[in-house]
T-cell receptor, first 113, second 114 residues
């Protein structure tokens, strides 16, 4: 059974810091991994999707890496801003008899001005 | 292009009642997935529909059911509501296999069971 872990559950940093958010998963037979952002009381916004054959994806100040063999992914946020404050979730997708997205519980990030 | 629309945004029900939630996917998307989000369990997969057929189902009791119409709109029904069903219910649409491609989420329906 696939399990996705995100530690720590919460993080508070001053504005301008470069951040690394970690995600680990137990079954390396994934098809892809996605990072999402969720603002309070809102739905999820997809930030980056990394296919299993890729090592990283970049979008603006965000960079996500994937090491499938070790079951790890990181989301790097450069020059953090207060507007980056949100919960960041990673999710892995596996094909199979019960293909679905399996989510971590998320990291709640607070960027202090 | 309009995003994923979920209605209603908020619902208050009492134990034993039933509820129906609606999800309109992005135009052209044929896959709709439903998730339950609670503080304790996080996001849990309920089911996925593709071209009016349920393709996958999560580990939820039979009180949770859904369907998809020919225009790809989907509904989720919960019968005999329990207090523990209080949650944010999210639907997501994608162009192909749910999760194999980018999933676009709606804002969710917040269900409170009293």
């Amino acid at each position: 059974k696939q399990e996705v872990t995100q530690i720590p559950a919460a993080l508070s940093v001053p504005e301008g810091e470069n951040l690394v958010l970690n995600c680990s998963f137990t079954d390396s037979a994934i098809y892809n991994l996605q990072w999402f952002r969720q603002d309070p009381g809102k739905g999820l916004t997809s930030l980056l999707l990394i296919q299993s054959s890729q090592r990283e994806q970049t979008s603006g100040r965000l960079n996500a890496s994937l090491d499938k063999s070790s079951g790890r992914s990181t989301l790097y946020i450069a020059a953090s801003q207060p507007g980056d404050s949100a919960t960041y979730l990673c999710a892995v997708f596996m094909f199979g008899a019960n293909s679905k997205l399996t989510f971590g519980k998320g990291i709640t990030l607070s960027v202090r001005p | 292009k309009a995003g994923v629309t979920q209605t209603p945004r908020y619902l208050i029900k009492t134990r034993g009642q039933q509820v129906t939630l609606s999800c309109s996917p992005i135009s052209g998307h044929r896959s709709v997935s439903w998730y339950q989000q609670t503080p304790g369990q996080g996001l849990q997969f309920l089911f996925e529909y593709f071209s009016e057929t349920q393709r996958n189902k999560g580990n939820f009791p039979g009180r949770f059911s859904g369907r998809q119409f020919s225009n790809s709109r989907s509904e989720m029904n919960v019968s005999t509501l329990e207090l523990g069903d209080s949650a944010l219910y999210l639907c997501a649409s994608s162009s192909m296999d749910g999760g194999a491609n980018i999933q676009y989420f709606g804002a969710g329906t917040r269900l409170s069971v009293l």
